[in-house]
């Protein structure tokens, strides 16, 4: 069984210091890359809700070598918070 995709999220970022939306769909691309909301507008969603609830922030942005937009997120301490709270251990990144 697999968590939901934006828990997982926030799972996956409990010891990352910054990531970004590409990094992250990297990491979870072996447990989620077949599912069919698995692209970059949907994680870059599940970002910008983390965000916007206070799971995450914005440590800083950049331009790649494509001139494309890149922003990097950091879990806050209630982001953590969630994580210890609700993610059952089996299933922590440790």
């Known amino acids: 069984m697999l968590l939901p995709s934006r828990t997982a999220v926030l799972n996956q970022m409990y010891d990352q210091r ?11 691309a072996p447990q989620y890359g077949q599912e ?3 692209n970059e ?13 206070g799971m995450v922030e914005l440590a800083t942005y950049d ?24 993610v059952d251990k089996k299933y922590r990144l440790v």
């Open 18 to 28: 910054e990531i970004d939306v590409a990094q992250i769909m990297a990491e979870l």
């Open 36 to 38: 069919k909301q698995f």
């Open 41 to 53: 507008a949907m994680y870059l969603e599940h970002m910008m809700a983390l965000e916007a609830n």
């Open 63 to 86: 331009l790649d070598e494509h001139d494309k937009l890149v922003i990097y997120y950091r879990i806050t301490d209630e982001g953590r918070a969630t994580v210890d709270k609700y």
